[in-house]
């Protein structure tokens, strides 16, 4: 892999391109105040160009980032041509939710591979909140995680969606979190994103499979190779390496040939929506 395709590198330049946004400015404006080409920060932005910690020093100045965030910022792209990443969770939300965010911005296909919850990006804000309860998250940070998450959500309805795939697995719908009307209007909202053309919905029925390893995030892009996202109690991991991302793609090869088909699965969830229905009537 180029050093520019690592995962640290590909966070970075998805980061600062947000940034840029935030800042109101064009690329054009942008580059003629740092004093390099409008191609160069293409290419930067891109994730097709090394970026250099002297880049970003620059970017970050015209943009308006200070404090905290720019040390962060500027620790990241000293350490960008390094493969792997891995960001441990030390503010009152998880550092990795950023960069996640924007690779997934950037990313023509996302394939979230589901053992536990529904995937962040299908959820609705009452299960999210429900989630946050149950697994404990601090309540002063319930409101900045469901308004995240929706931010997150807002690729799947874009002009130009990436391909999404969820592979959920059987018993997530068999651990419920919430009231039964709650849940009903998460199989709903599944049901319902099942039926846009971008999104493929898979249950894969319970049993013992190569998945019980774990859930995880597959992103792939148009010109650079693909990266895992696995979550971790406290901490998140990007892994780009060719032969750790080959091993996360047999297995969603694999968990495909075992999942239900995308008619059967959108049945499956219509069948947990008329259960809650006659349940919430008794």
């Known amino acids: 892999m180029t050093k520019h395709g690592t995962a640290r590198n590909r966070g970075l330049a998805a980061e600062l391109k947000a940034l840029r946004a935030r800042a109101e400015l064009t690329t054009r404006q942008a580059a003629k105040r740092v004093g390099m080409s409008i191609a160069t920060l293409n290419r930067i932005e891109n994730a097709i160009r090394e970026i250099t910690p002297e880049d970003v020093a620059a970017l970050l100045a015209v943009y308006g980032v200070t404090g905290p965030e720019r040390a962060r910022i500027l620790v990241l792209a000293r350490n960008a041509n390094i493969s792997g990443w891995r960001e441990t969770d030390e503010g009152p939300l998880p550092v990795h939710l950023r960069a996640q965010s924007g690779l997934e911005s950037e ?98 029925p319970f049993g013992m499979h190569l998945g019980v390893q774990g859930s995880y995030q597959q992103l792939e892009f148009a010109k650079t190779g693909s990266i895992v996202h696995v979550e971790l109690p406290q901490s998140s991991m990007f892994l780009d390496a060719e032969h750790e991302t080959r091993a996360f793609r047999d297995t969603t090869n694999g968990l495909l040939e075992i999942a239900m088909s995308s008619a059967d699965s959108v049945k499956y969830l219509c069948r947990l929506v008329s259960e809650s229905a006659l349940c919430e009537t008794r």
């Open 107 to 204: 990313a023509v296909r996302v394939i979230d591979v589901a053992m536990f919850a529904v995937p962040g990006l299908l959820q609705t804000a009452d299960y999210t909140r429900s989630v946050l309860i149950a697994i404990k998250f601090p309540s002063t940070t319930h409101k900045a995680m469901v308004e995240q998450r929706a931010q997150r959500q807002a690729i799947l309805s874009r002009p130009v969606p990436p391909n999404y795939l969820a592979l959920i697995d059987e018993s997530v719908f068999r651990r419920p979190t919430g009231s039964r009307e709650l849940m009903a209007q998460q199989y709903r909202h599944l049901a319902a994103m099942a039926e846009r053309p971008n999104i493929d919905i898979r249950i894969i």
